[in-house]
C-alpha cells in the first residue's frame, strides 16, 4: 500500500450484507468504521454496538453531514441506492455502493454525474472483482495466455425457498434473479471482455408469480464470433462456476463468486493452479482498493470503472425490456 492514512468510514444500511462489510472491514488495513446509519436509530444503535461504532444515526442525511466520515458503503436495498448515493455526494462523501449499483441506468447515470461534479471517489461494490483468483485471471487474460476470448460462460443460482414477502421475490423490494443474482455472471462477462457490453441479446426467463424473474438464461453476442452464456436463478441451486474459452486454451473457476482457485490450462501444458485461500471470505479486498484510491486521490477504480458500471446497467435494462419486467420505482 502506498502509505497508512487511516480512512474513516461510515455504513448506511444496518442489514445483513453490511454485517459482512463491517465484520470483514478490520482486515483492511489503515480502516476505521466510525458510524452506521439506518432508517431506525434502533437497528442503526443495536449495529453500532455490535461492531464498536461510536456513533449510530437514524437517516442518511445525519450520516452525510458527519464531518469525521470520508468514504460511505451503501448497503441498503438497491431500490433507495440512487436517493442514499446523491444525499452522501451531497454531503460531500466518497462512495462504495453494494451492488446493483441502482435499478437501472439512469440512475446510476445520475449518481456518476454528481460524484464527478462534487469530485468524489464512487465505486460499484462488486467484490468479487477484487479476490486475488480473479487478478490472476486478469492477469492469464492481458497476458494474452488463452489467446483470444471467444466464449465465456458463468452462472449463479441458489435456492433462497418461497418467500413472497423477502426481499428476493419481492418487486417492491427491487427483487428477482438478475439484479441480485445476475449481476455477478454479467458484470464477470463484462470484465472478460474489458468492459464491451454485447450487441445482441438473447434471453430466456421465468417469471414468477411474484412478477419478478426467477431464473433466467442469456446469450451476448460481441462479433467476431465471441459470445458469453450467462444463467442465474434464486429457485435453483447451481454449480456457480465460470470457464473462459480462448485460441490457445481456457481458464477454469469453481464457484466464482467465491474464488479461491483458479486454473490455467494451456493447449498441450500442463495446467497452472492459482489457489488464494481467503480469511474470511474476501468482502474486505474491495474497501482496500478504494482506500487506496482515495490515498492517491483517484476518483475511480481501474478495476470497476464509474462508467463501466453504467454500461453494465445498460445491458441489464436492454435484458429486462423484452421480459416485461419493471420496477415500481421506475413506473
Known amino acids: 500500500m502506498s502509505n497508512q492514512r487511516i480512512v474513516k468510514w461510515g455504513i448506511m444500511g444496518p442489514g445483513g450484507i453490511s454485517d459482512n462489510f463491517a465484520t470483514e472491514l478490520p482486515h483492511a488495513p489503515g480502516a476505521a468504521l466510525v458510524a452506521v446509519a439506518g432508517r431506525s436509530l434502533d437497528k442503526a444503535q443495536a449495529f453500532a454496538n455490535k461492531f464498536g461504532i461510536p456513533r449510530a444515526y437514524g437517516s442518511c442525511e445525519e450520516l452525510a453531514a458527519d464531518p469525521d466520515v470520508e468514504i460511505v458503503y451503501i448497503g441498503t436495498l438497491h431500490p433507495v441506492h440512487k436517493e442514499n448515493a446523491l444525499t452522501l455526494l451531497r454531503g460531500g462523501k466518497s462512495v462504495l455502493c453494494e451492488k446493483p449499483f441502482t435499478i437501472n441506468a439512469a440512475e446510476a447515470k445520475e449518481i456518476a454525474d454528481l460524484a464527478r461534479e462534487k469530485g468524489l471517489f464512487l465505486m460499484e461494490a462488486m467484490w468479487t472483482r477484487h479476490l486475488p483468483a ?35 421475490l419481492n418487486k417492491a423490494m427491487g427483487g428477482g434473479t438478475l439484479l441480485d443474482a445476475g449481476i455477478y455472471p454479467v458484470s464477470f462477462a463484462s470484465m472478460v471482455y474489458g468492459g464491451e457490453q454485447p450487441s445482441k441479446i438473447t434471453s430466456s426467463v421465468l417469471i414468477g408469480e411474484t412478477g419478478v424473474d426467477e431464473q433466467f ?16 436463478s434464486v429457485r435453483l441451486s447451481m454449480t456457480n462456476e465460470a470457464v473462459i474459452y480462448g485460441t490457445k486454451g481456457r481458464i477454469e473457476i469453481p464457484g466464482f463468486l467465491f474464488a479461491k482457485t483458479a486454473t490455467l490450462q494451456v493447449n498441450g501444458e500442463e495446467p497452472v493452479v492459482f489457489k488464494h485461500e481467503l480469511e474470511p471470505s474476501g468482502h474486505f479486498f474491495q474497501a482496500i482498493e478504494a482506500m487506496e484510491c482515495l490515498r492517491e486521490g483517484r476518483k475511480e477504480s481501474a478495476v470497476m470503472t464509474v462508467d463501466e458500471t453504467v ?21
Open 217 to 232: 438464461s442469456l446469450l451476448f453476442e460481441y462479433g467476431g464470433g465471441r459470445t458469453a452464456s450467462l444463467h442465474g
Open 134 to 168: 480473479i487478478d490472476k485471471v486478469r492477469e492469464w487474460l492481458n497476458s494474452g495466455a488463452i489467446g483470444d476470448v471467444r466464449i465465456v460462460k458463468a452462472e449463479f443460482g441458489f435456492d433462497a425457498g418461497w418467500n413472497p414477502e423477502g426481499r428476493l
Open 311 to 331: 454500461r453494465i446497467m445498460e445491458t441489464l435494462d436492454r435484458i429486462r425490456e423484452p421480459w416485461g419486467l419493471k420496477y415500481p420505482s421506475e413506473a
